[in-house]
């Protein structure tokens, strides 16, 4: 909030966090609203935040060979060309995937894949 207001300040107080910037006079419903929208931004900011490390906790329990089987998995590609890439059997790889699915705790691999994604697992 200020009572002095130009874009040079909006934007530096805008890349140092802030939510909204509001300049005097201002309404009071205004800033309660602004302060909600605040304090919800915070929410969801820890929720993400917690999340994310949460998965990165699962991620550090995989074995090299499930993290490079779940960096093909993220890449699109097939189990054959998983296995392939690996010089490993399709059943290999069918049984790290099951691992990796127990591990992760994903009911699917498009929720493994979403997993690994937020995680910041990239493909090969």
């Given at each position: 909030?200020?009572?002095?207001?130009d874009v040079p300040i909006a934007i530096r107080a805008m890349k140092a966090g802030a939510v909204d910037f509001i300049e005097k006079p201002?309404?009071?419903?205004?800033?309660?609203?602004?302060?909600?929208d605040a304090v919800e931004h915070s929410r969801r900011t820890a929720k993400e935040t917690e999340e994310t490390n949460g998965?990165?906790?699962?991620?550090?329990?995989?074995?090299?060979r499930e993290r490079e089987v779940l960096e093909g998995l993220v890449a699109g590609?097939?189990?054959k060309t998983i296995a392939?890439?690996?010089d490993v059997s399709p059943r290999t790889?069918?049984?790290?995937?099951?691992?990796?699915?127990?591990k992760m705790e994903a009911h699917s691999l498009s929720e493994l894949v979403c997993m690994a994604t937020i995680a910041g697992v990239r493909p090969k």
């Open positions: 909030m200020t009572g002095h207001g201002f309404n009071p419903e205004i800033l309660l609203d602004v302060i909600r998965l990165t906790a699962k991620l550090r329990l995989l074995s090299k590609l097939p189990n392939y890439d690996l790889i069918e049984i790290y995937r099951a691992r990796l699915m127990g």
